[in-house]
């Protein structure tokens, strides 16, 4: 008995002894990976900064943080920021200290980023700067809150401690995110396209208000005017010095192309045949023309039944059938082309080239 009794006092002893070991060595880690100095807090915080860049490299080596290329074109990956899990402590290995939560899987973080994009986090401010997020770089939390990630380690600088700056919770995960400047690109790129649509919109309607007149009365009126207005600041500015000279030019061309319209209908009047006349004289009777269209009087001939060698009655005057379908006195016609300036007289009706047949 006396030997079991030593035996156990002496494993018990061992236990213990392993035992406070391994709880002092969790505490001395702790102690050092939470950057504590009872001694000199100025230290700790020179300590505290040195353990962060160590980290920051400690993740770069380890793989952890996805290389991303900087080239234009690549796309933005999403890595989780924190660095690697340090190893078991004995006092966590041996059951006397909870061992710290397992990280978040990639199922996991596709759920709490659905869920901040359910909230419009990213659409939001950041709530410690108030400013937008734009294309400066932004984390998420494990709580699905999302800040600007200077932003957040200056807070985690001035509070001392890993917390959210939202819900408080400690020991949270972080992951850069890019939907801010996602976001940000979108609506930039949606102003740039409705600045350019109002341009052409307006634009298309400057056009439009050249090319046709509004309906309202009074605006039409003002089309007109300034439509009336830009052809006679036009007339007036293709125009001479001398006005005279420039409309005694208009009058030559005018007379010049008379005279050439003139020639050609000569050149082109065919004789008019006896069934052509006919076929006149049947239009004339169809109009039932009754008077002289120069003198206003009654025509002689109204049936169109005389020829020319029949010599009129005293006091009436012979009538001249023109080959335009229109008839006139003998000597009312051929006043008229006494009077007429043109080498060829045209007819007083439709001002055409005619030949002339007494009926």
């Not at 939202?166 to 740039?192: N, P, S, W």
């Not at 007379?255 to 020639?263: E, I, L, P, S």
């Amino acid at each position: 008995m006396t030997m079991r009794k030593g035996l156990t006092s002496r494993t018990t002893s061992g236990r213990v002894a392993i035992n406070s070991v391994a709880l002092q060595d969790h505490i001395s880690r702790n102690l050092l990976l939470q950057n504590l100095s009872l001694c000199d807090p100025v230290k700790s915080r020179r300590l505290r900064k040195a353990l962060t860049e160590t980290r920051c490299k400690k993740q770069c080596d380890s793989g952890m943080k996805a290389k991303c290329s900087q080239q234009q074109g690549a796309e933005e990956i999403e890595y989780v920021l924190d660095p690697a899990q340090p190893a078991l402590t004995l006092a966590q290995k041996l059951g006397l200290v909870d061992a710290p939560a397992q990280r978040l899987t990639v199922d996991e973080w596709s759920r709490v980023k659905a869920r901040s994009v359910d909230e419009g986090d990213s659409a939001q401010p950041c709530v410690i700067c108030r400013e937008e997020f734009r294309l400066q770089a932004q984390v998420l939390l494990s709580c699905s809150h999302v800040f600007h990630r200077v932003c957040l380690q200056a807070f985690e600088s001035f509070a001392g401690r890993k917390c959210c700056p939202m819900c408080r919770k400690a020991q949270y995960e972080t992951r850069v995110i890019h939907d801010g400047a996602r976001l940000f690109r979108e609506r930039c790129a949606t102003r740039i396209q409705t600045c350019w649509r109002g341009y052409v919109a307006r634009k298309w309607y400057r056009n439009m208000r050249k090319t046709i007149p509004p309906k309202d009365k009074h605006l039409r009126r003002r089309y007109f005017e300034e439509k009336l207005r830009e052809l006679n600041d036009s007339f007036v500015q293709s125009c001479h010095t001398d006005i005279e000279d420039f409309l005694s030019e208009i009058d030559q061309s005018v007379t010049a192309c008379r005279r050439v319209f003139g020639r050609f209908e000569r050149e082109n009047i065919s004789e008019v045949h006896e069934e052509e006349w006919i076929r006149i004289q049947n239009k004339v009777l169809q109009r039932d023309i009754r008077d002289c269209s120069i003198c206003l009087t009654p025509l002689c001939s109204p049936n169109l039944g005389m020829v020319a060698s029949i010599t009129p009655p005293p006091g009436r005057r012979r009538s001249v059938l023109l080959s335009c379908s229109h008839l006139f006195h003998q000597p009312c016609l051929e006043a008229f082309e006494s009077f007429c300036l043109e080498e060829t007289p045209t007819c007083p009706m439709c001002r055409s080239h005619y030949q002339k047949h007494l009926v």
